[in-house]
């Protein structure tokens, strides 16, 4: 079984910075492009960032310049520094691996549960 856990979550201020991290854990022999996607309350789930095995980044208008994708393949873990955080930043994150390479050599596209970020006074 291949699982992805997020973590750094919380409550932050209008203006602060969160840092989110995502760890696959499992039989994995390799872990390719991954990304970080959110969904407010009423709303669709959107594409936040991406970074691809050779570590290029792509982002969406809405976070471009505050938030940054990063990945640590010793560790299987990617990163999500934010900054500059806004109320409409408020949103349950999830990680997301669309192609998995296991140790048996099968593919599987897997996504985290979520942590949720909260931006409020």
């Known amino acids: 079984q291949v699982q992805l856990v997020e973590s750094g979550g919380g409550l932050v201020q209008p203006g602060g910075s969160l840092r989110l991290s995502c760890a696959a854990s499992g039989t994995i022999f390799r872990v390719n492009a991954m990304a970080w996607y959110r969904q407010a309350p009423g709303k669709e789930r959107e594409l936040v960032a991406t970074i691809t095995s050779g570590g290029s980044t792509n982002y969406p208008d809405a976070v471009k310049g505050r938030f940054t994708i990063s990945r640590d393949d010793r560790e299987k873990t990617v990163y999500l520094q934010m900054n500059s955080l806004k109320p409409e930043d408020t949103a349950v994150y999830y990680c997301?691996?669309?192609?998995?390479?296991?140790?048996?050599?099968?593919?599987?596209?897997?996504w985290g549960r979520g942590t949720l970020v909260t931006v409020s006074s």
């Open positions: 997301y691996a669309p192609r998995v390479l296991t140790a048996d050599y099968n593919f599987l596209e897997v």
